[in-house]
């Protein structure tokens, strides 16, 4: 029996200053659910745009043997008709499309280009009776709810014939009994003799539909594990993901802790559009001055959405709690009062939120407090430049001036930028999240020293990350977030990567 | 990239020809729009035997597009804020019927109907800014809108008739000289009101340029080189004497909104490149998102632009109603796409985050002298059309080639 229908050979796959996949490994058997776990930047996503031809044949190292030949795709019309449908996480249906069209979106029942919509109809219903939906086929998109969405697309991987179906992240922004229903359908289809390549955080779900987990970690493969016994616990799978290897990457600090400075009690925030959408569900958490605090939490599990919701209410609706700064009680509505109540929020994402990737270093520099450098409206170029010139040597921003483009920069100088731009606006409080995200390990550490001397100077750091070495290496307290609800609280002494993945894994009860 | 420069103020080798060429190079982006203007002056020059640069013919050409540069100017402030206004015409149009009737029906005084004229501009800016920056409709369907109520609203005051016979003083912004009886050109080889307001400009920026550049090497901060530095400013002097020189020795000396602009593009370029709103409307136009991360108020940004962009049509309407001494229903028709063309020539991008406002005076500036130019051939209204189609197109299709390898070199 045991044939693979995917085997995939030392893929390496680099990304500029990073190696995203090193000799990766990866056997699929025929007829199987296969899951693939590892932590976030792990390198799962990437593995499978290479495997759908996302990225083609030619940008990465390795082979790929598809049902037993070599598979060259150049992109993803290729693969999907060599029966490789990959499902994203974010939703790729077009909204004011019908259900029936986006089923067969590029891929027309049609003669000689005219779209033959009785037939797109009647098979559109067909597949989707298949996935066990009762949807009329003309409905848009967009009115039917996430769960179904989800099977749309599922219908849609049904239309291509697909014999290998790759899930990332199916019911990451599910409810349970959509969760449900999708997993008995990946079992169902398990039984039609189809393939799936499911990548997955919730370690029970894994557990209950997969025949077999490949772990990966810092882009490399490190086991495959059969789920058949029953023999693998959810503990072994989180020790294959963390590892054990906690060197001398990070830097020496004594902590010396003072007051508090930013408390936050009872946060509930709600889904920009969707107002009844619980994002962020009574979250408590505080930051003593000097001190650094980690967020931990995977992928949905609301850490931007609570750190951007503290800072000015930034993201979501509907918010409410309360902020203290300082013992007091404040209002922070719009990004600029949260600015002149000390608090700063450096972006996980800095080129779409970060940085103006068109302007040069001293302008975004300067950008989050240029009322610091006027007078009367008039901005003082001259100390301008020379405070810009003072955080390019003391943050060590390489760059051959402090007029160089800031989108010219690699990802450890445009993230110093970043933070040199907060450290302008004279905060007592820092948020940073994924501050060393697509950076190179020798620009991390110097992030960390930074890290290390803002909390020297009795700044309130709080860290969202989620390498969970990264938190055990520069925090002092550790909140872990699971579906918007802080899960657990964790002094960094008892704070093992176990312990951590437990608390961040664990479920609604 | 990750050149290692762990002193700033390292001494630099002595610069090398190479060197000189690949700066030049650098500075090509910035300096090709000015070329260009040159190249077709030049060109025109000879295919027009010398009519071109006639001095009563350059007084004309400023006059003449002297509302289209003055609305170059607020267009490209909102274009870098990655909007664009198509209602500058209908509105310049509304404000001139307006204020024809505050002198000729109510009797106001030119001075206050000037005033009053601004305010409308202001107000209609006012809400146009509203949809825009606080409803949240796209400036192009608001300014689309704009278009045509501000005509319709023109024509319905003017109940399609005609404003004419403007009073002396209200005429003389749009068509007036500078002390015109003070050296008559019978009795003076040249103006002597115009050599001396050439030689002031000449010396404030002399002065200003040097002075900046004190500052700078004060500071130890990196600066163009030397020789670089001087060619530019000389150039930049021949240019203003030269154009002093032709104003000197035209029949009327120096157009009154000649000094409106001049005053206009200096004030707008400092606000620009030196006050706390410009460098905001540069930071969201670059990045909205960032901007507004960083506590950028930027719908108070987007609304005030439209306030701007709203008096500087109502200063237009005033200049082009005073040429003309008419307001008329079809006034200022198509006034939007040479703005907006003019600030695209310039270098402003589509996509928002660039654009100079001397850059868009030099887009103006190549649009009206390829009309002058081609008037003075005799070349059809049709075929420069046509032309400054394909002007436009090529501009913009350059800057969009430039950005492409710019960010290719980034890979």
Same mark, same amino acid.
């Given at each position: 029996?045991?044939?693979?229908?995917?085997?995939?050979?030392?893929?390496?796959?680099?990304?500029?200053?990073?190696?995203?996949?090193?000799?990766?490994?990866?056997?699929?058997?025929?007829?199987?659910?296969?899951?693939?776990?590892?932590?976030?930047?792990?390198?799962?996503?990437?593995?499978?745009?290479?495997?759908?031809?996302?990225?083609?044949?030619?940008?990465?190292?390795?082979?790929?043997?598809?049902?037993?030949?070599?598979?060259?795709?150049?992109?993803?019309?290729?693969?999907?008709?060599?029966?490789?449908?990959?499902?994203?996480?974010?939703?790729?249906?077009?909204?004011?499309?019908?259900?029936?069209?986006?089923?067969? #979106?590029?891929?027309?029942?049609?003669? *000689?280009?005219?779209?033959?919509?009785?037939?797109?109809? =009647? &098979?559109? $219903? %067909?597949? !989707?009776?298949?996935?066990?939906?009762? #949807?009329?086929?003309?409905?848009?998109? *967009?009115?039917?709810?996430?769960?179904?969405?989800?099977? =749309? &697309?599922? $219908? %849609?991987? !049904?239309?291509?014939?697909?014999?290998? #179906?790759?899930?990332?992240?199916?019911?990451?922004?599910?409810?349970?009994?959509?969760?449900?229903?999708?997993?008995?359908?990946?079992?169902?289809?398990?039984?039609?003799?189809?393939?799936?390549?499911?990548?997955?955080?919730?370690?029970?779900?894994?557990?209950?539909?997969?025949?077999?987990?490949?772990?990966?970690?810092?882009?490399?493969?490190?086991?495959?594990?059969?789920?058949?016994?029953?023999?693998?616990?959810?503990?072994?799978?989180?020790?294959?993901?963390?590892?054990?290897?906690?060197?001398?990457?990070?830097?020496?600090?004594?902590?010396?802790?003072?007051?508090?400075?930013?408390?936050?009690?009872?946060?509930?925030?709600?889904?920009?559009?969707?107002?009844?959408?619980?994002?962020?569900?009574?979250?408590?958490?505080?930051?003593?001055?000097?001190?650094?605090?980690?967020?931990?939490?995977?992928?949905?599990?609301?850490?931007?959405?609570?750190?951007?919701?503290?800072?000015?209410?930034?993201?979501?609706?509907?918010?409410?709690?309360?902020?203290?700064?300082?013992?007091?009680?404040?209002?922070?509505?719009?990004?600029g009062?949260?600015?002149?109540?000390?608090?700063?929020?450096?972006?996980?994402?800095?080129?779409?939120?970060?940085?103006?990737?068109?302007d040069d270093?001293k302008r975004n520099i300067s950008g989050a407090a240029l009322g610091k450098l006027a007078k009367r409206g008039w901005v003082d170029g001259g100390r301008e430049t020379v405070v810009a010139?003072?955080?390019?040597?003391?943050?060590?921003?390489?760059?051959?001036?402090v007029t160089?483009?800031?989108?010219?920069?690699?990802?450890?100088?445009?993230?110093?930028?970043?933070?040199?731009?907060?450290?302008f606006s004279?905060?007592?409080?820092?948020?940073?999240?994924?501050?060393?995200?697509?950076?190179?390990?020798?620009?991390?550490?110097?992030?960390?020293?930074?890290?290390?001397?803002?909390?020297?100077?009795?700044?309130?750091?709080?860290?969202?990350?989620?390498?969970?070495?990264?938190?055990?290496?520069?925090?002092?307290?550790?909140?872990?977030?699971?579906?918007?609800?802080?899960?657990?609280?964790?002094?960094?002494?008892?704070?093992?990567?176990?312990?951590?993945?437990?608390?961040?894994?664990?479920?609604?009860? | 990239?990750?050149?290692?420069?762990?002193?700033?103020?390292?001494?630099?080798?002595?610069?090398?020809?190479?060197?000189?060429?690949?700066?030049?190079?650098?500075?090509?982006?910035?300096?090709?729009?000015?070329?260009?203007?040159?190249?077709?002056?030049?060109?025109?020059?000879?295919?027009?035997?010398?009519?071109?640069?006639?001095?009563?013919?350059?007084?004309?050409?400023?006059?003449?597009?002297?509302?289209?540069?003055?609305?170059?100017i607020?267009?490209?402030m909102?274009?870098v804020a990655?909007?664009?206004?198509?209602?500058?015409?209908?509105?310049?149009?509304?404000?001139?019927?307006?204020?024809?009737?505050?002198?000729?029906?109510?009797?106001?005084?030119?001075?206050?109907?000037?005033?009053?004229?601004?305010?409308?501009?202001?107000?209609?800016?006012?809400?146009?800014?509203?949809?825009?920056?606080?409803?949240?409709?796209?400036?192009?369907?608001?300014?689309?809108?704009?278009?045509?109520?501000?005509?319709?609203?023109?024509?319905?005051?003017?109940?399609?008739?005609?404003?004419?016979?403007?009073?002396?003083?209200?005429?003389?912004?749009?068509?007036?000289?500078?002390?015109?009886?003070?050296?008559?050109?019978?009795?003076?080889?040249?103006?002597?009101?115009?050599?001396?307001?050439?030689?002031?400009?000449?010396?404030l920026l002399?002065v200003t340029q040097?002075r900046g550049r004190a500052t700078r090497?004060r500071l130890?901060l990196?600066?163009?080189?030397?020789?670089?530095?001087?060619?530019?400013?000389?150039?930049?002097?021949?240019?203003?004497?030269?154009?002093?020189?032709?104003?000197?020795?035209?029949?009327?000396?120096?157009?009154?909104?000649?000094?409106?602009?001049?005053v206009l593009i200096v004030g707008y370029s400092a606000v620009m490149n030196n006050s706390v709103f410009g460098r905001h409307i540069y930071a969201l136009?670059?990045?909205?998102?960032?901007a507004?991360?960083s506590g950028i108020n930027?719908?108070r940004i987007?609304?005030m632009l439209?306030v701007n962009?709203?008096?500087?049509?109502?200063?237009?309407?005033?200049?082009?109603?005073?040429?003309?001494?008419?307001?008329?229903?079809?006034?200022?028709?198509?006034?939007?796409?040479?703005?907006?063309?003019?600030?695209?020539?310039?270098?402003?991008?589509?996509?928002?985050?660039?654009?100079t406002v001397i850059?868009?005076?030099?887009?103006?500036?190549?649009?009206?002298?390829?009309?002058?130019?081609?008037?003075?051939?005799?070349?059809?209204?049709?075929?420069?059309?046509?032309?400054?189609?394909?002007?436009?197109?090529?501009?913009?299709?350059?800057?969009?080639?430039?950005?492409?390898?710019?960010?290719?070199?980034?890979?």
């Amino acid at each position: 029996m045991a044939e693979n229908i995917l085997r995939m050979r030392r893929i390496t796959k680099t990304f500029p200053g990073v190696k995203a996949l090193q000799d990766v490994n990866l056997d699929v058997v025929r007829g199987e659910v296969h899951a693939i776990c590892g932590e976030n930047g792990a390198g799962k996503s990437t593995l499978m745009k290479v495997l759908s031809g996302v990225y083609p044949h030619g940008t990465y190292d390795g082979d790929i043997e598809f049902e037993g030949s070599i598979a060259e795709f150049r992109d993803i019309r290729d693969s999907e008709r060599a029966g490789v449908v990959i499902i994203h996480q974010e939703l790729a249906l077009s909204p004011f499309l019908s259900v029936a069209e986006n089923i067969f #979106l590029g891929n027309e029942r049609e003669k *000689r280009g005219f779209i033959n919509w009785n037939e797109t109809n =009647v &098979e559109a $219903a %067909k597949l !989707l009776r298949r996935v066990g939906l009762d #949807l009329n086929p003309v409905v848009r998109a *967009r009115d039917i709810g996430v769960g179904k969405q989800q099977l =749309v &697309e599922i $219908a %849609k991987a !049904l239309s291509k014939n697909v014999k290998l #179906l790759i899930l990332d992240e199916p019911t990451a922004a599910l409810n349970d009994e959509d969760s449900a229903h999708l997993l008995g359908l990946v079992k169902g289809l398990r039984e039609e003799g189809i393939t799936c390549i499911i990548i997955s955080h919730k370690l029970n779900e894994i557990r209950e539909i997969a025949d077999s987990v490949t772990i990966l970690r810092d882009g490399r493969t490190i086991e495959t594990l059969s789920l058949h016994d029953g023999s693998v616990t959810e503990e072994r799978i989180i020790r294959g993901m963390v590892g054990r290897d906690m060197e001398s990457r990070y830097p020496d600090r004594t902590p010396s802790i003072g007051e508090e400075v930013l408390r936050v009690e009872d946060w509930t925030v709600h889904h920009p559009q969707e107002s009844t959408r619980v994002i962020v569900d009574a979250a408590n958490l505080s930051v003593r001055a000097g001190e650094v605090v980690g967020v931990a939490g995977l992928m949905g599990a609301g850490r931007t959405e609570l750190a951007m919701s503290i800072f000015g209410r930034s993201y979501g609706s509907n918010i409410t709690g309360t902020l203290y700064k300082n013992g007091t009680p404040i209002t922070a509505k719009t990004v600029g009062d949260a600015i002149r109540h000390g608090i700063a929020y450096a972006t996980e994402d800095r080129k779409r939120y970060g940085l103006n990737l068109i302007d040069d270093i001293k302008r975004n520099i300067s950008g989050a407090a240029l009322g610091k450098l006027a007078k009367r409206g008039w901005v003082d170029g001259g100390r301008e430049t020379v405070v810009a010139g003072d955080y390019r040597r003391s943050m060590n921003i390489k760059a051959p001036s402090v007029t160089s483009i800031t989108g010219k920069l690699s990802g450890g100088n445009q993230q110093k930028v970043v933070l040199s731009k907060w450290m302008f606006s004279d905060p007592d409080v820092l948020i940073l999240d994924e501050p060393t995200r697509g950076i190179d390990v020798g620009a991390k550490y110097e992030i960390y020293t930074i890290i290390n001397r803002l909390a020297g100077e009795g700044k309130a750091v709080i860290v969202i990350s989620s390498e969970l070495p990264e938190l055990l290496g520069i925090c002092d307290r550790i909140y872990t977030l699971a579906e918007g609800r802080i899960t657990a609280e964790v002094p960094i002494a008892e704070a093992t990567p176990e312990l951590l993945m437990h608390y961040m894994t664990k479920e609604k009860d | 990239m990750a050149t290692t420069v762990k002193d700033p103020v390292v001494s630099t080798p002595p610069p090398t020809v190479k060197d000189g060429v690949s700066f030049l190079a650098g500075r090509l982006r910035q300096i090709g729009i000015f070329v260009a203007l040159l190249v077709i002056v030049t060109l025109f020059q000879v295919l027009t035997g010398g009519a071109l640069l006639q001095p009563d013919n350059v007084s004309n050409i400023i006059v003449q597009n002297s509302y289209i540069l003055l609305l170059a100017i607020g267009m490209v402030m909102i274009i870098v804020a990655g909007h664009i206004d198509l209602s500058v015409g209908s509105v310049a149009a509304f404000v001139g019927a307006m204020s024809g009737i505050m002198v000729q029906d109510w009797n106001f005084p030119w001075w206050a109907a000037f005033v009053a004229s601004m305010v409308i501009g202001g107000l209609v800016g006012a809400w146009q800014g509203f949809w825009v920056a606080y409803v949240g409709i796209p400036a192009f369907i608001v300014t689309l809108a704009g278009m045509l109520v501000f005509r319709g609203l023109t024509q319905i005051v003017l109940g399609n008739q005609r404003i004419t016979g403007f009073p002396e003083e209200y005429r003389q912004l749009g068509g007036g000289f500078l002390f015109p009886g003070l050296f008559p050109a019978e009795t003076n080889l040249l103006d002597w009101t115009t050599v001396g307001l050439g030689v002031i400009a000449v010396v404030l920026l002399v002065v200003t340029q040097l002075r900046g550049r004190a500052t700078r090497a004060r500071l130890q901060l990196e600066d163009e080189p030397q020789a670089w530095f001087v060619t530019k400013l000389a150039f930049i002097v021949a240019i203003i004497l030269g154009l002093t020189y032709l104003l000197a020795s035209s029949r009327s000396g120096t157009p009154i909104v000649l000094v409106v602009l001049g005053v206009l593009i200096v004030g707008y370029s400092a606000v620009m490149n030196n006050s706390v709103f410009g460098r905001h409307i540069y930071a969201l136009g670059g990045n909205l998102q960032a901007a507004q991360l960083s506590g950028i108020n930027t719908r108070r940004i987007d609304f005030m632009l439209f306030v701007n962009m709203g008096v500087l049509a109502a200063l237009a309407g005033l200049i082009f109603t005073g040429r003309l001494n008419s307001a008329g229903p079809g006034a200022g028709n198509l006034f939007e796409l040479d703005a907006i063309a003019a600030a695209f020539i310039g270098g402003a991008a589509v996509t928002g985050g660039v654009g100079t406002v001397i850059g868009a005076i030099t887009g103006g500036l190549i649009m009206g002298v390829l009309n002058n130019g081609m008037s003075l051939l005799g070349v059809g209204i049709d075929v420069q059309q046509f032309i400054k189609g394909m002007v436009l197109l090529l501009a913009v299709g350059f800057d969009v080639f430039n950005k492409r390898r710019a960010s290719n070199a980034l890979k």
